[in-house]
């Protein structure tokens, strides 16, 4: 890591910006703009971004960077929300797909002689080869698009910090799906960053003892090379700045049994987690307002958030059941807490029960009856209240396929057909079934 970024400064080539175009938005200055992320083979690489502040707020205030998802593009809402909020907001167009309201002729993201996109050379988010649209001639991490990406995002807080309604000494990152990873790389490695809320994406490869886990469904690091540069391990310890991980229990991009076990190693001593149980690569509202207060607080010395709570768990031999204690900062102003636990080994497909919870004279405490002490057991705990569905019925079925004798279509051929033989309703009422009102649209 020291080789590959030891050398660079992000502040020493000229942004040589360009504001495209100009207008407002509910009292909102934005601006389309354009600026120089650096000269590769001889050709300038220029990015295009939305930047938004509101010329009312009063003094200088703190600036954020958005980092847009794969398959996604700079986003203008974003800002103008950041802006609205007493943030100058800026949103990078790495992936250089059109910008929102482009007009014809306007410029958008050229990565020059390279390309770190999506559309023309995706290969390389995990190749560290050289070819035609890379930076070395030989195998190198500089060829390597999440590299690109990330000297991208800090030339991004270089616009930042030059902006004259900016606090540089008060920046934050945030980004979710691929722009998490890139958040949490761009917190490890550069010291401007002062908060960070990386959102499904930043846990890095599965280290061995969770890759050889058999039904995991976690992959292995890449090469050492790609491990020891490219990776977000290789990121994670080098974070100092607060951190806020924001991510579903079962997230496909960033897999929430990497980020336990690689996050031992981050070197922050201010870190928080937001995990929604049961989603995927989304979020419960109750959920993402954390990323709004943890700004606030570091970036506006505003309210303080809890510390993470103490969360112990122990097994009763012979009984089949597990012990969970939770122990939360600030317990007085715990409105409910729940405790989930799995047996599931997958990743993704993992069922998360909700156990019963009771209070103890310093906490919390939840029965978690097992089948086996020999299998996995992940249990999570998360403080709530109100606003569930009552009643949650699941109509059973059974495959007329799986039966020999099954009656057949008059063409000889088989019924194949799911025939509805009971259901099961679930009374969440006391909200331990697992179950969650999503929508009240039941067209």
């Excluded at 030059?162 to 722009?179: F, I, N, T, W, Y």
């Excluded at 201010?270 to 307002?289: G, L, M």
């Excluded at 970036?299 to 969970?324: F, H, Q, R």
Aim: proline share 6%.
């Amino acid at each position: 890591m020291d080789q590959l970024w030891g050398d660079y400064d992000p502040r020493k080539d000229a942004l040589e910006t360009k504001v495209v175009r100009e207008w407002t938005v509910e009292g909102v200055t934005c601006r389309y703009v354009l600026f120089t992320i650096g000269t590769f083979q001889g050709k300038t690489s220029r990015l295009a971004a939305f930047y938004a502040f509101h010329p009312k707020t009063k003094g200088k205030r703190p600036g954020l960077l958005h980092l847009h998802g794969g398959g996604q593009r700079a986003n203008l809402t974003t800002v103008i929300f950041m802006a609205l909020n007493g943030y100058a907001g800026l949103s990078i167009n790495w992936g250089g797909n059109p910008m929102e309201g482009m007009k014809e002729g306007e410029p958008n993201t050229d990565w020059g002689a390279l390309d770190a996109t999506q559309k023309g050379h995706n290969s390389h988010y995990s190749s560290l080869s050289p070819d035609e649209k890379t930076l070395d001639a030989v195998e190198s991490p500089r060829n390597n698009n999440w590299f690109l990406l990330v000297l991208a995002a800090r030339r991004g807080l270089t616009f930042l910090e030059q902006q004259p309604e900016v606090d540089a000494k008060r920046l934050g990152a945030c980004g979710h799906s691929m722009g998490g990873k890139l958040t949490t790389d761009l917190a490890g490695i550069d010291a401007r960053v002062k908060v960070a809320i990386p959102s499904c994406g930043g846990s890095g490869s599965a280290p061995g003892k969770l890759s050889g886990m058999p039904g995991s469904g976690l992959r292995q690091a890449k090469s050492t090379l790609h491990t020891a540069t490219i990776d977000d391990r290789a990121y994670i310890p080098r974070i100092r700045c607060p951190i806020l991980y924001l991510s579903p229990t079962n997230d496909f991009a960033g897999p929430l049994d990497n980020m336990v076990e690689n996050w031992k190693a981050i070197g922050s001593k201010d870190v928080r987690y937001a995990i929604s149980p049961h989603f995927n690569h989304r979020h419960d509202k109750s959920f993402s307002v954390s990323q709004y207060l943890w700004f606030e607080q570091y970036l506006k010395d505003g309210p303080k958030l809890p510390k993470t709570p103490e969360l112990t768990l122990s097994i009763v031999n012979n009984m089949g059941m597990a012990v969970a204690k939770l122990k939360p900062d600030r317990p007085d102003e715990v409105v409910r807490v729940s405790i989930y636990y799995s047996i599931d080994p997958h990743v993704l497909t993992r069922f998360w029960r909700e156990a019963k919870s009771g209070r103890t004279d310093d906490g919390w405490v939840a029965i978690c009856p097992i089948l086996s002490v020999d299998q996995p057991l992940y249990v999570i705990a998360k403080r709530r209240g109100g606003g569930q569905l009552l009643e949650v019925g699941v109509l059973l079925h059974r495959y007329s396929g799986d039966l020999p004798r099954y009656p057949r279509w008059p063409d000889g051929g088989r019924a194949d057909v799911f025939d509805p033989v009971g259901a099961v309703f679930h009374d969440t009422a006391d909200g331990g079934s697992g179950w969650r009102r999503e929508s009240y649209d039941l067209t």
